[in-house]
DNA sequence: GGTCGCATAATTGGATCCAATCTACAATTG
DNA sequence: CAATTGTAGATTGGATCCAATTATGCGACC
């Protein structure tokens, strides 16, 4: 039952602009609850919103529902809405998504992969290599493995798994911070992107499922270390 | 372009009470969409439904928005919401994540299924033996499933899957067309569930997987034949 | 006859207002 | 002193109203 952290700097950072009002509270939302600046349990009362983002409540009401659908936020009646708890049970839950996703994905992907994916790809472990903000961490990550499956041809399956990915953001802090930041897997990541040139689809799924497995089993402990109770305790 | 077919119609069936308006509005166009009683392409505009419904245009919006985050909808700025159309390639789809969640589920809820889902299961395979209504089979298929999975205790994973097999019922009907309704792989079903109890999770998978490709394979020629054009041709 | 432009109509996003419902606290009584 | 009930506050769902954007149809001009 803690406060909404620093309302007004959510609402300033949005860097890009969105067509409607919804759209912009939604991103803004949706990122600051990734990211961890909106801790799991967090109450998010409709009017509060609406003032801070300088809008009627209406815009949020729908950001909210869109986020809920997400399963980012639980509708709590004459409560307000609360951010989602994140626990090692959901962490494992997500993996298990991630892990019938993902090589389905890749499978599919990997003979239809061209030179411009493997060089968007090479260039995304650059930037991880080099990229100090935890924050953007999630998405390079993100990026450079939807780019691994992106020759898949199925955009439902790639939505679904972007989106999968996107949740996952919410447990990469814990990833990172047990980690340590610097290199978060890059050696899997070089392997798979080679394994994928080469077109070795066994062996790319192979490092896929042990990158997997790896982060999965790192999270877990980590959670197990701390205990899921202060979940969002560190912002 | 066609017209909204006896909305009227559409709006007095719904049998369950819901909470809200917008509860009412959102479950009464999905299962219209889903039934193929609103056909892909369709314009939805707002201002008809609300006066179908008899409710203003917000509730209208609001449920909207949710079909459009389950990729039931497109919105087309203003042109009105249209259903999504379904082709053969977003069947293939479709049938790519269900390969890749379902036997994950399987997988994960065979050790621990006890015999009152074993019970639900037998019981809702006799059902679909002599349940004459096509709109009703897609319901007991997916409780079919549901019930095998129910077990895997991954609340996330099972959501998506249920998802996904929901969206699955735009297809069952061309399934059906193709098969005589009569018997939707009932072997494959009491295979399964014979497997299942026999806690044989190779066997389970196996049998599940050719249940899932004999199903796509069977959409697809179906598909093949008629040409996607008149995909929600019949009702 | 064809094409460009303008005016009108339609549709949606957003704001404000209203009603209904639930929670929480406090006063009162057994 | 505890339990219960009543009242006030808070919060949400819904309706109506307004503004902005765009599709469309008609007419004028080349």
Known sequence: MQKIPDLAALVAETGGRHRTATQHVEATLRNAILSGRLAGGTPLRQEDLARAFGVSRMPVREALRQL???????????????????????????????MALEPACLERSVPHLAEAEFAAAAELIEEMDSEPDPGRMGELN??????????????????LTESTLAGFDRYLR???????????????HRAMLAAAQSRDIPLALHVLRGHLETAAATIATFFAGRGGADSGGFS
Chains 1, 2 share one sequence.
């Not at 659908?69 to 951010?83: C, E, I, R, T, Y």
């Open 68 to 98: 809920e659908a997400q399963a980012l936020l639980d509708f709590v009646p004459h409560k307000g809405a609360v951010v989602t708890e994140i626990s090692a049970a959901d962490a494992a839950d997500t993996y298990a998504i991630r």
């Open 142 to 159: 993100r990026r450079f493995h939807m780019v691994l499956y992106s020759a898949a041809g199925q955009p439902k399956l790639l939505a």
């Open 174 to 188: 814990f990833h990172l911070a047990a980690h340590g930041r610097a290199h978060m897997s890059q050696e899997d």
